[in-house]
């Protein structure tokens, strides 16, 4: 990669002709149409909080520096930010009014409230700038390894750089897009930020099953995301036909995994609604979250509900109880292990060696309590698992 110092580029040309359009995934422009603020590799402006984008402005104003910015050179008098775009943005929709600085409790909008003084103060403010040349291997390499103010580049962002193209540009529009209205559904579902690549991420994760970069290469120069489009409204309309309560826990779970091994059976969405509403009412039940898939099981696997267990008090107690009344008998402490035929019918065993067991199984209504409470060899335990 080679770079050439460029030190007189002013705000004031930076943003000559800077246009914002606020769908990201969108391009933004400046230096007179000659400067790409955001390619289409970049990730979406994640600046528009109120604090980081007015933390560049007010820099500007009192002298601070805000860094090096690194342009690549793509044709002739045409340029790309390769890095700087968070601060570029912010300095654009500050002059063209998109939002406001406080000042002595005062909000001061550029181009009106903002004294003329500070607006010359920071148009004649000059940036430092690298142009650089290079393949576009090496640009895409330099990009994946930089941090943009301190925030790494998600890995969705890296492999939107490496693999930039006509797929990478709509699915940006479609699931990088905050204005999609969508967007609000697909959250019940999905962790994370629609901005910071977390939807695209995911819904390239469920048409790949995992495989995202080879899903990405091979779909690199594809005119169009149907497939990727259509597998993930699948699941999502799988989810919330077969769900028809949305529930905080939902949101983040292995939906695309879920949908692949499940929906080809058939759920009664009333049913389905009954088991999660008796089972987020049911005490015992620790991992809210594992409700879904137990139910989506036949409800059969009670480790995805993390079951209360029995405390090391009532574990005592009861094997105290057990071991006393089986030495009186002269046959183990173990009830099952009476019952067999072996050598283990008369043996006594440590507290160590016992786990605790629900007499009448918590799935068919058993509850974590002393009276449902029996000790069980380890073995025997294992062996009988829910039934």
């Known amino acids: 990669m080679k ?21 990201e995934g969108k391009g933004l422009f400046g230096l007179s149409g000659k400067l790409t603020i955001q390619p289409e590799y970049q990730r979406a402006y994640i600046y528009a909080d109120g604090k980081k984008d007015v933390a560049v402005v007010k820099s500007i104003l009192k002298g601070y520096p805000i860094g090096i910015i690194y342009f690549i050179k793509v044709g002739k008098d045409k340029f790309e930010v390769l890095d700087g775009q968070q601060r570029i943005t912010s300095i654009g929709r500050y002059v063209t009014g998109k939002f406001g600085i406080l000042e002595k409790g005062k909000p001061q909008y550029f181009g009106s409230s903002l004294p003329k003084d500070k607006e010359s103060t920071i148009m004649n403010t000059k940036l430092l700038i690298y142009e650089c040349k290079g393949t576009e291997s090496e640009i895409k390499e330099w990009f994946e390894t930089i941090n943009i103010a301190g925030i790494p580049l998600t890995e969705q962002e890296k492999l939107n750089a490496i693999y930039s193209g006509t797929f990478v540009t709509l699915a940006k529009e479609e699931f990088s897009n905050s204005q999609n209205s969508n967007v609000l559904k697909w959250s019940a579902y999905i962790k994370g ?23 990405m290469s091979k779909h690199r120069q594809d005119t169009n995301i149907n497939e990727l489009k259509t597998y993930f409204n699948s699941v999502i309309d799988w989810v919330s036909k077969t ?14 995994r879920l949908y692949e091994e499940y929906h080809s059976k058939g759920y009664n969405p009333k049913k389905v609604s009954e088991s999660v509403h008796r089972l987020y009412a049911d005490p015992y039940v ?20 993390n079951v209360r267990v029995f405390d090391e008090a009532t574990k005592k107690v ?9 030495k009186k008998k ?38 974590t309590d002393i009276k449902n409470c029996q000790m069980l060899c380890k073995t025997h335990n294992r062996a009988k698992g829910n039934k």
């Open 3 to 23: 770079t050439t110092l460029k030190t007189t580029y002013t705000i004031k040309e930076i943003c000559d002709g800077f246009v914002y359009n606020e769908l």
């Open 193 to 215: 930020r629609v901005n910071r690549q977390d939807f695209l991420a995911t819904a390239i994760d469920w048409v790949s099953k995992g495989k995202i970069g080879e899903y």
């Open 243 to 256: 769900f028809i309560d949305v529930e905080s826990e939902m949101k983040g779970l292995e939906w695309g």
């Open 286 to 305: 620790q991992n809210r979250k594992g409700v879904f898939e137990y139910i989506l099981g036949g409800e059969k696997d009670t480790k995805l509900l």
């Open 318 to 326: 009861v094997y105290r109880k057990q071991t006393d009344e089986s």
């Open 330 to 367: 002269g046959e183990s402490n173990c009830p099952l292990c009476v019952l067999g035929h072996n050598a283990n019918k008369n043996k006594i065993w440590k507290i160590e060696e016992m786990d605790a067991d629900h007499v009448s199984a918590w799935s068919k209504g058993g509850g």
